[in-house]
């Protein structure tokens, strides 16, 4: 069974930092794409970070400048560096991975649980 789980979420005042981890776990094979979804009350699902299997990455425009998405190939991590945090910044925060485990043929994707990211004014 393939999981992922988030952790470093927590309270942090405007203009402060966060470190987000996504730790996998189970019979992975290969991973195709890993990123970060936030998700405020009454709000879409946003994409915040990506990053593919060859190391491109992207990031939404309101996170340019200030985020930084990282992997850890060795321990299948992802991480997401937070500097300068806003209030606008606050939601619940999603691990995401497209991957292949050794029992499955195709690439499927996977969510993690969610880990809860509030910033104060």
């Known amino acids: 069974q393939v999981q992922l789980v988030e952790s470093g979420g927590g309270l942090v005042q405007a203009g402060g930092s966060l470190r987000l981890s996504c730790a996998t776990s189970?019979?992975?094979?290969?991973?195709?794409?890993m990123g970060w979804f936030r998700q405020a009350p009454g709000k879409q699902r946003e994409l915040v970070a990506g990053i593919t299997s060859g190391g491109s990455t992207n990031y939404a425009d309101s996170v340019k400048g200030r985020f930084t998405i990282s992997r850890d190939n060795a321990k299948n991590t992802l991480y997401l560096q937070m500097n300068s945090l806003k209030p606008e910044d606050t939601g619940v925060y999603y691990c995401?991975?497209?991957?292949?485990?050794?029992?499955?043929?195709?690439?499927?994707?996977?969510w993690g649980q969610g880990t809860q990211v509030t910033v104060s004014s």
């Open positions: 189970g019979s992975i094979f290969s991973i195709n794409a």
């Open positions: 995401h991975a497209v991957l292949k485990n050794k029992l499955v043929a195709v690439p499927e994707p996977y």
